[in-house]
């Protein structure tokens, strides 16, 4: 290994991407599928002043796939500006809602057409399953077809106004909007937040994860073939402490939509409180799958086995903390962990697999820094446990299952891997406070066949999205988003469309032909 990677791979970051403060690779990148070195997307950006490249690794054989572009603070300001001017222009805010529709729908179709190839892109970049990634970008057109749908259908509104008044509410386009993703699912995160924003006639400039970059830059210039104007859909890749930072303060952002980790959500809200723009933020979870006594305990095994493991137990609603009530913890725990066992593990590409990679490194050490803690807190350890390379290569790490009591940091804490906590629980009522004991409010699950425990139970768990008898379902049209240290706002349905808009109110007196002199004596009193 060069001294150089050696030092770039010192870095003790959890997002530890590689930058090269360099102009060419380390070394030539390896994957015949990708090219070389992928530019930022805004118009001038191969021309660009960013001198500086990241690495992209393959999370199944460790080996460097790709460079992309590292955005300094001038690239970011030229994508920015890149934004304002196609935003002022007009030429896609300004376009009829028909021509916007054509656009995303082509979009829509363009990526079908390509399906397949974006999946293997998806999971070289990320280690995730062919299987996941085939059957999650299946669904991806439908978030743009649904904004276009809601961008050619959407109203304003009248509402009552006392008086000869008419008072009518408009909608307009928001301006640049800076969009911030994460790794875990970077095309569909892009997409369920480039879709509502293009739609309502914003320009964007995106900021994917540094980690798994190179969908979404292939997704962008796929939108310039569909005709979305250049400077309407920009990218911008780099460090989050960096480019992420520097396009979240730029004071010409109208809001900032972000899916991350919990500290950089404050990070990223405190600094559109210092420009007062909104923040759609959806950041970590701690999701609770609670099985009540009345299910039949197979179904709910499988529907928690799902819960926790697709994606590495890589997601914001992962259940990666299944409360199980007494009376049938110990059957549920024994197919449960016989099921996780069970799990074929191994090269993301072969559509066997099942579990695949996490991440990185770092997470590799974070797993295992949680299954320590937990086990010399008294948890028991029921399968798993350790890092489990193929043939001595790749951040995998074996499907855990740790038996602990609700005050564990593994009962409390987001670990973002396949380390599950299993909790036994005496009755209802403690399996219900369980489940709302930490910071986070995003996702939660339960399993009963009664109809009025599964009402009642959802209606006071603490959660942004709940799922009764299932889990991790996701439709376009279904608001998504959490609340206390999981974010704010929502993604999807036209709470994501509309959060891409702004409000005018105006008021039309169309009484009081000849007006009215507030002034003159005793007559003025009858305004209000
Ligand atoms: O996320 P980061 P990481 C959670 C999960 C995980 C943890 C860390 O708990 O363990 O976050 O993961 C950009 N200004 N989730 O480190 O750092 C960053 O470059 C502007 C939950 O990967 O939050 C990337 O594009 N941007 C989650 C994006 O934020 C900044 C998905 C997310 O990276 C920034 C991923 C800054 N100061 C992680 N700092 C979910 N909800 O699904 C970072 N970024």
């Known amino acids: ?62 080996e460097i796939i790709c460079t992309v572009d590292a955005a300094s603070p001038a690239d970011v300001n030229a994508a920015v500006t890149a934004g304002m001017k196609a935003f002022q222009s007009g030429i896609w805010a300004n ?38 990634m085939n059957a999650q970008l299946a669904r991806l057109p439908e978030w743009l077809t649904y904004h276009a749908s809601l961008a ?111 500290e950089t959500g404050r990070a990223v809200c405190a600094a559109a409180g210092k420009n007062l723009i909104p923040v759609t933020a959806e950041l970590g979870g701690k999701t609770p799958v609670l099985v009540f006594p009345d299910i039949e305990v197979e179904r709910a095994v499988k529907g928690a086995l799902f819960a926790s493991f697709i994606a590495a137990g ?17 059957q549920f725990a024994a197919s449960f962990v016989a099921k996780a066992n069970a799990l074929r593990i191994g090269d993301p590409l072969d559509t066997k697999t099942q579990v695949s990679t996490v991440i990185n490194r770092a997470s590799i050490d974070r797993c295992q820094r949680f ?79 009664s109809l009025s425990l599964a009402h009642s139970v959802s209606q006071q768990l603490d959660a942004g999205l709940v799922w009764v008898n299932t889990h991790h379902n996701n439709d376009p049209s279904s608001p998504w988003g959490g609340w206390k240290d999981s974010g704010m706002g929502k993604e999807n349905g036209v709470e994501a469309f509309e959060g891409y808009l702004k409000c005018k109110s105006t008021v039309v007196n169309w009484g009081e032909a000849g007006g009215v002199d507030w002034f003159e004596d005793n007559k003025g009193a009858r305004y209000g």
């Not at 397949?116 to 990320?126: D, H, I, P, R, V």
């Not at 890589?314 to 110990?330: L, W």
């Not at 001595?392 to 593994?410: C, N, S």
Request: net charge positive; hydrophobic share 40%.
């Open 314 to 330: 890589q997601t914001c609603v992962t259940g990666s903390r299944i409360i199980i009530h007494e009376d049938i913890y110990d």
């Open 95 to 132: 376009k009829d809602v028909n021509h916007r529709f054509d656009v995303l729908i082509k979009l829509a179709d363009m990526l079908k057409s390509r399906m397949s190839e974006f999946a293997k892109y998806e999971s070289l970049q990320t280690g995730r399953p062919i299987r996941e």
């Open 152 to 262: 050619r259908t959407h109203t304003g509104r009248i509402p009552p106004f006392k008086g000869k008044m008419l008072n009518t509410l408009t909608y307009s386009p928001l301006g640049v909007v800076a969009q911030i993703t994460p790794w875990n699912h970077p095309l569909l995160i892009a997409i369920k937040k480039i879709a509502p924003a293009l739609a309502a006639g914003n320009s964007v400039v995106v900021k994917p994860s540094e980690l798994a970059p190179v969908s979404v830059l292939l997704f962008a210039e796929m939108a310039l073939e569909a005709r979305i104007p250049e400077g309407v859909l920009n990218v911008v890749c780099g460090l989050g402490a960096e480019t992420g930072k520097a396009l979240c303060e730029d004071s010409r952002i109208a809001k900032i939509d972000l899916t991350g980790g919990t």
């Open 371 to 449: 299954v320590d803690q937990a086990l010399s807190e008294g948890g028991k350890l029921l399968c798993g446990g350790s890092p489990a390379p193929v043939n001595g290569k790749g951040h995998f790490f074996q499907p855990t299952v740790i038996e602990v009591t609700p005050e564990m940091a593994l009962a409390n804490e987001e670990v973002f891997g396949p380390v599950i906590a299993l909790i036994r629980s005496p009755s209802p009522a403690h399996m219900l406070a369980t489940a709302n004991s930490t910071p986070f409010a995003l996702g939660a699950a339960l399993w009963t066949s």
């Open 1 to 62: 290994m060069s001294l150089l990677r050696q030092l770039i791979r010192g870095s003790t970051r959890w997002s530890s991407s590689r930058r090269l403060d360099i102009a060419i690779p380390a070394r030539r990148p390896f994957h015949s599928m990708f090219r070389p070195h992928y530019t930022n997307v805004f118009p001038g950006a191969e021309i660009g002043s960013s001198r500086q490249r990241i690495e992209i690794e393959n999370p199944a054989t460790e």
